[in-house]
């Protein structure tokens, strides 16, 4: 049977709910009948507005939508380290009317650190990955490292006596310095903040001695308020070109990086699926899309459903093991 054989028995509700519309006349309401409007689909956003995963979500949902025919309207559903509007999502029907933001601390970080999660990881159907982000390793100008290997070495002679900065515990800041911690056979004291800005500005105030930090911090790095050492993906960043890899630079293995993704509930009909992970990669592959996300460090990614499924089981293979290391089972 064709993909339109296939996809014309699905009903007519279901289809017009779907990220269908490719810009192809054969994959178009029209073809199937229908008015331009499907209705409306909600993207449930785990975060306040006005910050990168708003950015993500209205970038990719205005195109998306333009495929669509029909508005994608963002539902704000902030707080308990995304797990509200995670269960929301998780919650819903699987009729192609909710899509979720998910994260890595949604999809991967929150079912390995808690036995009470109210959602299940299972309860998720991959769509397609939008965005990646490396992290920033930075120090303050007061401190005698100049690259990561001479910080290494400077945390070997003060075992236990210096510090860094994450954004809470169990937070992929704490996990990815902890990695690294391990890697470099240093020990440092981990200082959890609450919001990533005030770690941010104890470190510019030299109160923290190392952090793990997003791009927002550039800034400050290129006005000298702060040293960036490294960049935690294994590719250098377009507009900090000069800031090596950690994996250059000794530690070839590591590779952290923050990313957004689409997910749909379980039991999203496959064709909708399929059709909606169209819509996504062709989103993402929008030059205004591209150069919106540029500044905010975000490389658009895309890609089909079954890669964003690897990298969710390749996240929980690295991150498990750490988080028994310390304990963080139902502590953080």
Known sequence: MTDDATFKAISRRLLLNAFVATGSASLSAAAFGQGASGGTTKLIVPYATGGTADLVA???GDRIAQKLGAPVVPDYRPGGNLVIGAQAAAAAPPDGR???LGT?????????LRSDLPYRADQFAPVAMLTENSYLFVVPPSSPARSLKEFVDYARQKPGQLNYGSFGVGNITHLGTEWLCQMAGISMQNVPYRAGTQADLDLLGGRLDFLMTTFSILPHVKSGAARALAVSMPERFALLAETPTVAEQGYPDY??????????PTGTPAPLLKYLNEACNLAMADASVREAFAPQGLVPVGGAPDLLAKRIAAENARWA???????LRDKA
């Open 58 to 60: 209205r970038a990719a």
């Open 255 to 264: 590779d952290v990086r923050g990313w957004f993704a689409l997910f749909a």
């Open 321 to 327: 093991p750490i988080i028994e290391r310390l304990g």
């Open 104 to 112: 890595g601390t949604s999809q991967c970080l929150n079912p390995l």
């Open 98 to 100: 909710t899509l979720f």
